[in-house]
């Protein structure tokens, strides 16, 4: 009325549409539970929101567990620390008053999810400093594809010669003063199969498929749960791996159960036929040199045999598997030389 008075609007609340953009765009669940607790309207808006990122503290451990008291003052296993969440209880408070939630718990009152992205604190595979080993995998109710890409060493453009960083991989090439590799027609030396070169490319692809199943095995509840999502990702801060699905896959998993490994929690691996490509010396048009730089794009060995003319002209679900600058990597790798291999179900 004072504002009337005055000759001044009265300032308006902002309709929900306009609240609900806005928390659209924090995306956080974190953040979005603080937003929880500020007013009645923001917690009846926030269930609503489209586009989640739930960013956890731990290792994969007890991915989808119930909430975990601590013990000891550390963070229980892929728990989502937050005071202010609006999943939190009185019974899932430690000593030091944070709660912790797994993801499931902590969506479980979002209601109309589209677009969620997980994001682990690190990668599950150990590897030495140096190496470069990056994977994205799509999966169904089984394993789509795969594409790794790895690196014995990545030198970056600077001072620091060729000769003087360790070559992690061991592949048994040459390099003269200039950077460049003797004798690369395009094959793998025969090194490669002596050295242990082709060992540890298999250790590497062996490990990406495991870390990848057993991701895809814990969000079940998840998808089960949401069946409103479009996308799904579950990624890590370290960029080491992600896993993708999208509307058609999420659905195809609940209409079609995972088939469970017998030895361990995570997605039976299908049959599989397998392409490599390798490059002893890659450098690519930023300066990075890749030395020991190995593509190996995945598909299940049923999948590739009905559309077999498909998977061989069309690499695009290759060359786009990764971000810049390995994008471009794989772009040169798929050009070489391909070796073609097949695994066995695990």
Known sequence: MSALLHGRRPLRSPPDSLLLLVFNKIGDVKALGR????????????????NVVVRVDCALGQFLGPSR???????????????????????????????????????????????LRIELPSGELGIDDGVLLKWRADFGSTLDNCVILGASSVIHPGPTKISDVQDNGSDGFCANTNGAVSDDNGSIPDSFYTNGGLKLRVVWTISSLIAASARHYLLQPIISEHKTLDSLVLTDADGQGVLYM???????LRVKPLSASSASKRTLVPALNMRLWYAPHLELPDGVVLKGATLVAIRPSEQSATSKKEVSSDLSWVSTAFEEPYGTAAKMLIKRRTYCLEMNSF
């Open 35 to 50: 937003c929880c607790v500020v007013s009645r309207r923001f917690h009846s808006l926030v269930p609503q929101v489209e």
């Open 69 to 115: 008291r601590s013990t000891n003052g550390s963070h229980s296993a892929l728990a989502v620390d937050d005071p202010d969440s609006s999943a939190a209880d009185s019974s899932s408070f430690d000593q030091s008053g944070v709660t912790h939630h797994s993801p499931t718990q902590v969506l479980k009152n979002f209601n109309e999810i589209r677009f």
């Open 246 to 252: 999208n509307r058609d896959q999420l659905e195809e």
